[in-house]
């Protein structure tokens, strides 16, 4: 058997497992199986690639995406600058790790852009936002951080400058939103931005997914912008390991 799997805690419900096993089914590749390790603590990662030596592949979630790099052996560059990692390839004991949501991201982004000169507005600093922003600094897109706090050394506003401030909505046509924000079941909800500055020149990323179209998403389509879900990234990124672990 080949096994793949995912390591984090608690591990609810989880996107990899279902993907990878309906993948698996599909696919007819019934020599592989997908396993959720569910550790309290990362040193337990030992035992599990001890007690399973048929690994090749692991996902990286929640609280162990930061904490497991100094065990690996090897970084992709990519992750290393981000500094979180979200994929591990084990081959013959040997561990590197990558950052998949990167992958995701900028694969689904370029494609979207088609080549097209824009710059950018990151909503949100979390985890997500580290990848976004390594994804467009390697597609040489400017972008500039909105965050609930402002701090001017990290080019980051807060809300209150880019609803205040013109210039932030004419010069960046592309908003990407990290926040959470619009997730179910908060659907009704969405960062503060202004839809009476967007125009038909504007385009929307939004990595919520769930609902399909987010009131992010709605407002300003309302307004003629060009909006995208965060579904294809998510996908793009589980296909991204796949690649990666084999
Ligand atoms: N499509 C995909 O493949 C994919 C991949 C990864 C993540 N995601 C989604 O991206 C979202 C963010 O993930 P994450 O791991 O980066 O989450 P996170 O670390 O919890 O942080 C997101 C950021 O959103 C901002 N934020 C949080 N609550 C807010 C509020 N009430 N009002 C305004 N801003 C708020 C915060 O930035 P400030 O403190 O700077 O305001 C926070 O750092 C999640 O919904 C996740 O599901 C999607």
Redesign the pocket.
């Known amino acids: 058997m080949r096994k793949f799997g995912l390591i984090g805690y608690p591990l609810g419900h989880s996107f990899s497992k279902k993907y990878f096993t309906a993948k698996f089914e599909r696919e007819g590749l019934d020599t592989c199986q997908f396993d959720l390790y569910e550790i309290p603590q990362l040193s337990d990662l030992k035992m599990v690639l001890a007690e399973n030596p048929e690994l090749e592949g692991l996902s990286v979630t ?1 609280p162990y995406k930061e904490q497991v790099i100094p065990l690996l052996d090897a970084l992709d560059p990519a992750c290393a600058a981000i500094g979180a990692v979200n994929c591990i390839k084990v081959n013959g004991g040997r561990l590197t790790g990558f950052n998949t ?1 990167y992958i ?2 900028k694969d689904s982004l370029n494609a979207w852009l088609k080549g097209e000169q824009i710059q950018a507005l990151v ?9 976004v922003k390594q994804a467009l600094k390697d597609l040489g897109i400017n972008y500039v ?5 402002a701090d001017a050394e990290k080019n ?1 506003i ?2 209150q400058q880019l609803n205040q401030d013109p210039h932030y909505l004419q010069k960046h046509h592309l908003i990407i ?7 179910y079941p908060t659907t009704e ?1 969405m ?2 931005i202004n839809p009476d500055w967007i125009t038909g020149m504007h385009k929307v990323y939004d ?4 609902p399909e179209k987010t009131f992010l998403m709605r407002s300003l389509e309302a307004r003629g912008a060009l909006v995208k ?9 589980a296909e991204a390991a796949w690649k990666i672990w084999n």
């Open positions: 929640i949501d995701g991201f909503l949100g600093t979390g985890g997500a936002s580290k990848a951080s909105v965050s609930r706090v980051q807060d809300y939103n990290t926040t959470p924000l619009g997730t909800q960062p503060e990595l919520v997914y769930n879900n965060g579904l294809e990234m998510l996908e793009l990124q």
